[in-house]
């Protein structure tokens, strides 16, 4: 059986679309919600539920203290990376340390852009205007 982690972006409906990689061969799961607001629930009840979780991805979708309460209710079972992308393309990541803690990494808009790509998670296209 092929096992694959999961990614969740929440991501603002109103805002020009990412240019993610849609691609069914792109090798990772990926599940978008049109904003921020479902993403806590998403994440615990894929915990809940026993998925391999990678990554959670805020895609300019609510503030940066929308995203601290987020860290703050992580699962103790997510291990994976958190990422906060600005409207700049800038970003706060929040990974696993050494034990139990997590690591904050402030990043440029280059880094968050080289984050997604070896991540697969993006096309490499310019950001397109999402229809309605």
């Not at 096992?3 to 990926?30: F, Q, S």
Request: net charge negative; with cysteine; hydrophobic share 45%.
């Amino acid at each position: 059986m092929f096992h694959r982690r999961l990614t969740i972006i929440a991501r603002d409906a109103h805002k020009p679309d990412m240019d993610w990689n849609y691609a069914p061969c792109a090798g990772e799961a990926v599940a978008f919600l049109d904003s921020g607001s479902a993403l806590c629930a998403a994440l615990s009840a894929g915990v809940e539920l026993g998925l391999d979780i990678g990554r959670i991805i805020v895609d300019r979708a609510g503030t940066p203290d929308q995203f601290l309460e987020l860290l703050a209710s992580l699962p103790a079972e997510f291990a994976g990376d958190a990422l906060f992308i600005r409207d700049d393309g800038s970003g706060v990541m929040s990974a696993s340390g050494r034990g139990d803690g997590r690591i904050l990494y402030l990043l440029s808009a280059h880094d968050v852009r080289f984050y997604l790509e070896t991540s697969n998670l993006v096309t490499g296209r310019v950001a397109v205007e999402r229809s309605a």
